[in-house]
RNA sequence: GCCCCGUUGGUCUAGCGGCCUAGGACGCCACCCUUUCAAGGUGGAGAUCACGGGUUCGAAUCCCGUACGGGGCACCA
């Protein structure tokens, strides 16, 4: 049965953009072979850890429908699932490695590694490498009793001199790294801590992970995994190594330079859909050609051997029109829920359900995120109290469009007739101020004083969901005192 | 520096020896629609397929170099 997973280390904020790319593959895998999808927390590195970043995670996981069979909070038969747990097992194995002489106590001090590696550095020897002092000094009984008298040390994996190591990956083919080249990685840590190296290869063993899904920039690290996989005896696991998402700039997708926490889309109202969708098509593409498509359907058609090798830069322009898709193409009843869902969640508004309904038709064409949707109709909530235009010179002419609205009937109060009423007054407006007024401008200073912004859905609707009394109250209030506001009069 | 992985318009990509005078999408520009902004429609600019050698009747596609980009070289993952 396939089995892959997830391994994310609760050292950001939340998890990162990349690494909900990875668990995407990893779970489309996973369900295209009817097998199970895990995830395993990293938390090895205690100097890393943030506070709350594992749940953050896993939340953000869940929210994007990448529901796990196994995982820290669901349990599963091969627990536990957070590596913090499981410090005996890897102690036991790192142990067994000795005991087979694939690996050795170390007892050298962070000083004198640090000393050694300037050494050679100056030297010209790149990379440096650890001198396998202790290895020489010291038997294996020494060493071990050493240990066991509580000293502190670390256990190294021993690199075999002079030989070659290399290992398929499912998209790239056989890769080959010379072992001279490798350093004898620490395995335990003086903390009792595994690094991330044997935890993983003990892991991913224990936990029968059949396909190790991850990132390319686990490539060179690849053959230490070979090794301990062989020293253990065990059988080697599919490796298949994702492109890296990059920055505009193509250096490896970073906060410095994009936002790169998963729930920063949802935050901008960006659909766990869409985000989906896109990084699908990050490194892999539709065999029809298709640019939107279910996670249903790339369940079905993704093929792993399609994606490329090249590291795609994240664009967050196609992002938002793939985003805008998505919206346009929703059920209003959906679209409407979204809205009010979103707004709840991350701006704690309580929209009205009823207005908010009326105006879907009006938006839909328009958003492209759902944060957008406030952009275009706040002023459906609350009167306008900047006026992105200054509207003193058309006192006048709002005079005249207030009159000419009040004598629309209450009951005749439809986006048509108020279209028609004010068409019929601009026509009948005098020659000369025609010529100064053009019919757009007409329409404009009417949006602005009834909305106060120049961008907003159509505005014969608008007006006739805002109501006959509202509107002409509006009118009624405008302030013209807004030529000094700078950043309103400047936007466009 | 060393090792590994790459290289098709600004970006995501199709292409797996002849169908390519390189196709699609985002973005950009123009026009149409239009009471703003969108959406939609039509058209357009934009790639000597990184470069140089081979192989072949024929190469974006295969091979070798070079250049460039990325990743990795921790008691971090």
């Not at 065990?234 to 505009?248: A, C, D, Q, S, T």
């Amino acid at each position: 049965m396939v089995r892959t997973r997830l391994a994310p280390s609760p050292t950001g904020e939340d998890l990162h953009i990349g690494n909900l790319y990875t668990a995407l593959i990893n779970w489309v895998f996973a369900k295209q072979n009817n097998g199970k999808f895990i995830v395993r927390i990293e938390d090895t590195d205690r100097k890393r850890l943030i506070e709350g970043a594992e749940e953050r995670i896993l939340k953000t996981l869940k929210e994007f429908g990448l529901e796990y069979d196994e995982g820290p909070d669901v349990g599963g038969p091969y627990g536990p699932y957070r590596q913090s747990e499981r410090l005996e097992i890897y102690k036991k194995h790192a142990l067994e490695l000795v005991e087979k002489g694939y690996a050795y106590f170390c007892f050298c001090s962070p000083e004198r590694l640090q000393k050694i590696r300037k050494e050679q550095q100056k030297k010209g020897i790149i990379p440096p490498k650890y001198d396998r002092y202790c290895l020489k000094r010291y038997s294996k009984q020494e060493a071990l009793e050493k240990f066991e008298k509580g000293e502190k040390a670390v256990i190294r994996l021993k690199i075999p001199e002079k030989s070659e190591i290399s290992f398929v990956d499912e998209i790239r083919g056989k890769i080959t790294f010379k072992s001279d080249l490798i350093d004898d990685q620490v395995l335990l840590k003086s903390d009792g801590f595994p690094t991330y190296h044997l935890a993983v290869v003990v892991d991913d063993y224990l936990m029968k992970i059949t396909h190790v899904i991850r990132a390319e920039e686990w490539i060179s690290s690849t053959p230490k995994h070979v090794l301990l996989y062989t020293a253990f005896g065990w059988e080697l696991p599919k490796f298949i190594h994702l492109p890296i998402l990059r920055n505009p700039d193509k250096s490896k997708l970073s906060k410095r330079k994009n936002p790169v926490w998963a729930s920063w889309y949802l935050k901008e109202g960006f659909l766990p859909e869409a985000i989906l969708n896109y990084l699908a098509l990050m490194g892999w593409s539709h065999p029809e050609g298709k640019e939107k498509f279910s996670i249903e359907e790339l369940v079905k058609i993704f093929d792993i051997k399609r994606i490329k090798t090249v590291g795609p830069v994240f664009d967050v322009q196609k992002l938002e029109w793939l985003n805008g898709e998505y919206l346009r193409e929703a059920k209003s009843e959906k679209l409407k829920a979204k809205i009010l869902e979103y707004y709840k969640k991350y701006h704690d508004l309580d929209l009205p359900e009823e207005l908010v309904e009326k105006t879907i038709p009006l938006i839909r064409e328009r958003v492209k995120k759902l944060s957008d949707y406030m952009f275009y109709c706040k002023f459906f909530f609350e009167r306008p109290k900047k006026y992105q235009m200054d509207l003193s010179p058309f006192k006048d002419l709002i005079e005249k469009m207030k009159s000419a609205l009040e004598k629309i009937p209450e009951h005749e109060w439809k986006a048509e007739k108020i279209g028609e009423v004010m068409v019929k007054l601009y026509e009948s407006l005098p020659e000369e101020v025609k010529n100064n007024v053009s019919r757009s401008k007409f329409f404009m200073v009417l949006r602005v004083a009834i909305t106060g912004q120049k961008i907003t859905p159509p505005l014969n609707e608008s007006m006739e969901i805002l109501g006959r009394e509202e509107c002409i109250e509006r009118l009624e209030n405008v302030k013209f005192q807004m030529t000094n506001d700078k950043s309103m009069t400047k936007s466009k």
